[in-house]
């Protein structure tokens, strides 16, 4: 009886997937806080890992990862949920360095070659954001002026188109990596179904197979 209860937890433990990511992270001015790996799966937010710190603003947390994918950072201070940040986790070590008062503003992910494109990614998108921001500042200076509201609309529209053809080129000229798909499918799902088709078509054989490659697919098929 002992042998096949033995036996059992071998064959039990052997069929555990093995942890394949780390990350470590390091959160200056942080004291006290528990810090929470998750991901998304099926539109719900699993917890991966966690971590409760105690005069240690460093930690490690680990995890399996079957391909690239999106996770998130969840930072909690007396119970609550007080910052969050979304990267690209590959399998291997990621390193994550960023500030207390600064968490996603300073934070810096090193490790995953889809973090890294993200980050180009997101550095371009923010500059867009700021031009918005700028042109809505202009339309309230100019809240009484039609003439101008209307040219400041006109900037708007071209805005929004030169952002959109962004990200269509940014997904096409990535398409050997997963970045692509998840890019496309995060911010271009109201797009013309013939981009969301050029995009998908471009995608290598891996990729489309990929979470975010299959993702895209159900997101086109639905518009169709």
């Known amino acids: 009886m002992k042998k096949h209860f033995l036996l059992l937890i071998i064959i039990i433990s052997s069929c555990s997937p093995k942890n394949n990511f780390q990350l470590n992270g390091d ?36 995890t399996f990862l079957i391909e690239p994918e999106v996770l998130k950072l969840k930072l909690t201070k007396s119970g609550t949920y007080n910052d969050e940040i979304e990267f690209f986790g590959d399998i ?36 867009f954001k700021e031009e918005n921001l700028n042109f809505i500042k202009t339309q309230i200076e100019f809240s009484g002026n039609q003439e101008k509201l209307d040219i400041i609309n006109r900037e708007l529209i071209n805005l929004k188109k030169r952002e959109m053809y962004f990200i269509i080129n940014f997904s096409i000229n990535n398409s050997d990596s997963e970045i692509s798909p998840y890019v496309a499918g995060k911010f271009l799902k109201d797009a013309n179904q013939k981009y969301l088709d050029t995009i998908y078509n471009s995608l290598s054989k891996k990729i489309k197979d990929s979470k975010y490659g299959v993702l895209l697919k159900e997101i086109k098929e639905f518009k169709n």
Not at 44 to 59: C, Q, R, W, Y
Not at 109 to 127: A, I, P, V
Request: no cysteine; hydrophobic share 30%.
């Open 92 to 127: 291997g070590i990621t390193n994550f360095k960023t500030n207390l008062k600064r968490f996603s503003y300073e934070s810096n992910f090193e490790g995953s070659k889809q973090q890294e494109k993200l980050d180009d990614f997101n550095t371009m998108l923010n500059r």
């Open 27 to 62: 959160i200056k001015g942080l004291k006290k806080g528990t810090v929470i790996l998750t991901k998304s799966i099926k539109g719900a937010e699993v917890t991966l890992d966690s971590i409760n710190l105690n005069g240690s603003s460093k930690f490690t947390l680990n």
